[in-house]
């Protein structure tokens, strides 16, 4: 089954955003050739903001800088059969408070993360939601 913006979440889909999986970020470089990393990730489906902790110099924050004023970024998790794929606008956000939002709602799916003081909040503005759950 396919998802898009805006029809309901599932109780399935939100528990399965809730779980603790490694998702994988798909950014692109300048060159227009796709850059894929695991990270953590969460997704507040109220807001429709998936979120990624990182350090502000990492290649995958220098790519949606590089593509400012916004990014089109692929967010995705797989867990046996069930898989989900975010997709949306990703910009790179070094207010203290959205990192303090992020890192919270990263504690809660994962672990606390190490102290990092030169981290930022990869935001992504959720545009299409696509999965079998």
């Known amino acids: 089954m396919t998802l898009h913006v805006p029809p309901t979440i599932t109780a399935d889909f939100r528990d399965f955003w809730q779980e603790r999986h490694l998702c994988l970020l798909v950014t692109h470089r300048p060159d227009g050739t796709p850059h894929q990393v695991p990270v953590g990730a969460t997704y507040?489906?109220?807001?429709?903001?998936?979120?990624?902790?990182?350090?502000?110099?990492?290649?995958?924050?220098?790519?949606?800088?590089?593509?400012?004023?916004?990014?089109?970024?692929?967010?995705?998790?797989?867990?046996?059969?069930?898989?989900?794929?975010?997709?949306g606008i990703a910009t790179v956000n070094r207010d203290p408070q959205a990192v303090a939002e992020a890192v919270r709602r990263y504690t809660e799916r994962y672990r606390e993360p190490r102290v990092n003081p030169e981290r930022v909040v990869i935001e992504i503005a959720v545009t299409r939601r696509m999965g079998t759950v």
Do not use: F
């Open 44 to 87: 507040d489906d109220v807001s429709g903001i998936a979120r990624v902790i990182s350090h502000g110099a990492s290649k995958k924050v220098r790519n949606v800088l590089a593509a400012a004023p916004g990014a089109r970024v692929a967010l995705s998790q797989v867990a046996g059969r069930r898989w989900s794929t975010l997709e």
